[in-house]
């Protein structure tokens, strides 16, 4: 994975570049063993490959300040190598609604430093709760997106131009309502029920179990790597 981490984190040692570390080395544990190992993108394995793949990781503790991610949004719209990145959020104790409400703030206040229309990035939030849900395809969107920790996902829109009608098969990497408005497909099968489908079917094919397992498993990692630096038993 290419990390690259804001400034101010990457010259700091002690307990911050800790932190750091840690969520990012959860991240890429989720990366690996979950969305490649179980096939949900191979279009984002490509892009780590590629070096297109960005982290960084902000490290507070208020949810009201969304200054961090939009320092992270900046530096990207100045890098063109970056295709698809994560902003992680470590210690940030919000909910899955109030993450997706945090998501949704960086999101617009990050369009408005563009004219309308012309923001480079899609943005969607990831959050480590969610419960799988085999009876519709929108339903189980949340637990493929069970990140270590909350964070957003952030895909440069001249990226999904680019692979207009090509999306590659189960993925979830890569937020379906954009897609949707993004990609092309036939007409009787939208592109998010085809991929949503898709993906239920990976599902269903692997086991919800072992999927929740190998997430369990890296989230125990977590509590047990932030309890340490916390200073906690």
Request: negative net charge; glycine residues 8%; hydrophobic residues 40%.
């Amino acid at each position: 994975m290419t990390v690259a981490l804001a400034p101010s984190l990457e010259a700091t040692g002690g307990i911050e570049g800790a932190w750091v570390r840690e969520a990012t080395r959860l991240h890429h544990r989720y990366t690996i063993e979950i969305v490649e190992h179980f096939g949900l993108c191979p279009w984002a394995t490509r892009a780590r490959l590629g070096g297109k793949l960005r982290v960084e990781v902000c490290l507070q503790r208020d949810e009201a300040d969304a200054g961090p991610a939009l320092g992270s949004l900046e530096r990207w719209a100045g890098d063109a190598g970056m295709e698809v990145g994560f902003i992680l959020f470590p210690r940030l104790p919000l909910s899955r609604p109030e993450f997706d409400q945090f998501s949704s703030r960086v999101r617009s206040e990050d369009a408005t430093r563009y004219p309308l229309g012309s923001a480079p990035f899609a943005m969607v939030g990831f959050h480590p709760d969610a419960s799988p849900s085999l009876d519709d395809p929108e339903r189980l969107i949340p637990f493929l997106r069970r990140t270590p920790d909350p964070c957003i996902q952030v895909i440069r829109i001249a990226v999904l131009d680019r692979v207009r009608g090509s999306v590659p098969e189960g993925t979830q990497f890569v937020d379906l309502a954009l897609l949707d408005g993004a990609l092309m497909a036939p007409p009787e099968v939208s592109v998010r029920d085809r991929v949503g489908r898709t993906n239920l079917e990976t599902v269903q094919r692997v086991g919800a179990d072992e999927l929740r397992a190998c997430m369990d498993d890296i989230r125990r990692d977590r509590d047990a790597a932030y309890r340490a630096l916390a200073g906690g038993p």
